[in-house]
């Protein structure tokens, strides 16, 4: 048996099985939405094979029929799904980034501790930390309990489902996811740089602007990416924190398979976040292709 | 400008001559810092220092890590701050002035260099930093690419260059600026040594084109005899001598200063009515006072033939030989001394290990420095 061959082998033998799953279980369970997506809703759930594209129709503005009508609330929802992922990542990054700084100074037994720390929350269920979350925004909760003892309010302020509380929510749900990426960029930044710079006459903010954001943008970027996308698609944080009123676009995928039993129409909302999350990552996948080749 | 500027040298005014026409382009007033160590004790890293350039002078801190040499660089770009004392840059006092703000540069000892940034930007920084002009900052960034060889590399990224040509780099962006003084922080201890060399005298020369102050920080003791115009010898946080290399490698004032530079034979002696005593019974003409003393004999002062001016003879076994191609150094086994270290000129016949051997000192060769070895 020759090398080459004996590599190939070798190849196929470890990556096969992986392989082989993914295509099963990952695409598949995609190329079944795509297809879904573009299927008629039978009329106790499940499809009728009959092609339909008013399912986009219905989100994009073309369906004019009896039943399935264009309806702006969609595209209003993703809207402001996206607004409330972006301000979740804006919300993580001010959060993780001087906390990032903070910890890669530490004395590296202290510094171990610290990130052992960040990564801690993920220890205990998701549900049970959210339900916390109830017991601290509700108008009997914690917060306004403590700030009307205070005298700073005299009457509770409404936190519990507001935009405020999913931002809050999801900020606290993906900081790890934030963090990390966001230290491993900043750990190895340079100090004797940032003296270099201050030396060469730059004050704090022009060595910030200059040196540290740009050798930290990597993770700043990657931090970005991971916590947006899940973030954009997120249902348990709206759905506990956000109740009825704030709806996101991943409430109303949910509702549409489990409630609504409309599964063409939750399918192409589903393909309507991919291609959003999708795009985005082409987009930061060309920009970091530009910055290498600068 | 000072009054004393619109008088030529020599003549100023009578009472004002002791005092120089001109700011000296670095002076420092009685440094002291300390820094708390992390076992609560404090250690003094500058325990009163002063030190003033006359003139653009190429001048070297020389010492053992941990001299305090480091700590007196960073007080000078304002890294450090001093518990006492006073940094005067161009005769103006810059102890409370921010890093950014001083008219100083330093070469940082891993260079520093801005990974993310080209060549070109990495050079022009403190001009773009400064707000200038796109234009000028490229015709500067040219210009001091030029000076130091890397002439068109303007685009090249950081992580392309060798280490030689990134130290390069760091010498262009720390004098794009026009420093009044730069500051060098042990800059050639990554390169190999042919590298090391050519960068030391290239340094040099670069020093006096410019006509700037250069402090340079080594622990390198033959780095700082080749480059330097005075050295200055740091020890426990204190200026042991500062002098030029030849006055402090002929005529150290204490041992350290002896010992830290070159190789150097100590040999304890008594001093008494005008001449100083060996403990083997030779003895030799000096001006000193009576008392106890220490003569430094360099190795290459002494010689297999008698020189005319011969002063002590010493003999002994030869332990060990090492041939360097320009010299043989030779361990000395003496029954008085101990062992002498002689480097003698290759081409004299030598005797072979374990024989018998006399080696001859001029009294030309021989300092005297009034101190005892503990």
Not at chain 1, 75 to 84: D, E, N, Y
Not at chain 2, 200 to 217: M, P
Request: charged share 15%.
């Amino acid at each position: 048996m020759s090398l080459a061959r004996r590599k190939l082998l070798q190849l196929i033998g470890l990556l096969g099985a992986p392989t082989v799953f993914l295509l099963v279980f990952f695409f598949g369970p995609l190329l079944i939405m795509l297809v879904y997506s573009l299927l008629t809703p039978g009329l106790y759930g499940g499809v009728d094979w009959i092609f339909s594209h008013l399912n986009y129709g219905r989100i994009l503005g073309w369906a004019d029929t009896r039943y399935e009508k264009f309806d702006p609330v969609y595209i209003a929802i993703f809207l402001r799904s996206l607004k409330l992922a972006a301000l979740t990542v804006v919300a993580s990054l001010a959060v993780c980034y001087p906390a990032a700084f903070w910890i890669s100074r530490m004395r590296p037994g202290m510094r171990d501790f610290a990130i052992f720390l960040v990564t801690l929350p993920f220890f205990v269920s998701l549900i049970v930390r959210l339900f916390a979350w109830v017991l601290i925004l509700r108008p009997t909760g914690f917060l306004n309990q403590g700030l009307m003892g205070l005298g700073l309010t005299g009457a509770p302020i409404e936190f519990l489902y507001t935009d405020f509380a999913v931002i809050l929510g999801m900020t606290y749900v993906f900081i790890p996811f934030m963090f990390l990426p966001l230290y491993g960029s900043i750990e190895k930044l340079d100090l004797a740089q940032i003296e270099a710079s201050s030396d060469l006459g730059a004050t704090r903010f022009q060595t910030f602007r200059k040196v540290i954001l740009p050798a930290t943008l990597p993770g700043i970027v990657g931090g970005s990416v991971i916590t947006f996308i899940p973030a954009l698609g997120n249902f348990i944080v709206p759905s506990v924190l956000g109740g009825a009123k704030v709806l996101m676009i991943g409430n109303l995928i949910e509702q549409q398979f489990l409630s609504a039993r409309n599964w063409p129409f939750g399918s192409a909302l589903a393909m309507l976040v991919m291609s959003a999350v999708l795009i985005l990552l082409i987009a930061q996948f060309r920009l970091a292709k530009k910055e290498a080749q600068s | 400008m000072t009054p004393f500027d619109t008088y030529p040298a020599g003549v100023f005014p009578a009472g004002l001559q002791d005092r120089t026409p001109m700011s000296s382009p670095l002076e420092i007033l009685d440094a002291r810092k300390s820094f708390r160590t992390p076992e609560g004790g404090t250690m003094t890293a500058l325990d009163g220092i002063s030190l003033k350039l006359a003139s653009a002078e190429f001048v070297t801190l020389l010492g053992p890590s941990g001299c305090g040499k480091t700590t007196l660089l960073r007080t000078i770009s304002g890294f450090e701050t001093l518990d006492a004392g006073e940094v005067l840059i161009d005769g103006t006092a810059v102890t409370q002035m921010p890093a950014h703000r001083r008219p100083v540069n330093t070469v940082f000892q891993r260079y520093a260099l801005f990974g993310h940034m080209s060549v070109a930007r990495n050079v022009g920084y403190a001009l773009e930093i400064a707000g200038r002009d796109k234009r000028e900052i490229r015709a500067r960034v040219g210009e001091m690419l030029e000076l130091v060889g890397l002439a068109g590399m303007e685009k090249r990224a950081i992580q392309q260059l060798s280490g030689g040509q990134q130290q390069r780099v760091a010498l262009a962006r720390a004098l794009a600026a026009k420093p009044k003084l730069l500051l060098l922080d042990e800059p050639l201890s990554a390169l190999d040594k042919n590298l090391r060399q050519k960068m030391q005298q290239e340094l040099k020369a670069l020093q006096r084109e410019l006509g700037i102050g250069f402090i340079f920080v080594t622990h390198d003791q033959e780095e700082a005899l080749t480059m330097s115009d005075r050295i200055a010898v740091l020890a426990h946080g204190q200026i042991q001598q500062i002098g030029a290399p030849t006055e402090l490698y002929q005529t150290p004032a204490n041992l350290f200063t002896a010992d830290f530079l070159g190789e150097s034979n100590l040999l304890p002696v008594k001093v008494a009515a005008g001449r100083a005593g060996l403990c083997d019974g030779q003895s030799f003409a000096t001006a000193r006072p009576a008392g106890e003393a220490t003569l430094l004999l360099r190795p290459e002062a002494l010689s297999v033939t008698p020189p005319e001016d011969h002063a002590l003879s010493f003999t002994g076994t030869i332990r060990e030989t090492y041939y360097t191609g320009t010299d043989h150094q030779i361990a000395l086994e003496t029954p008085a001394h101990g062992t002498i270290h002689a480097l003698l000129r290759s081409g004299s016949a030598l005797p072979g290990l374990g024989a018998e051997m006399t080696l001859h000192a001029p009294a030309q060769g021989l300092h005297l420095i009034d101190e005892v070895a503990a």
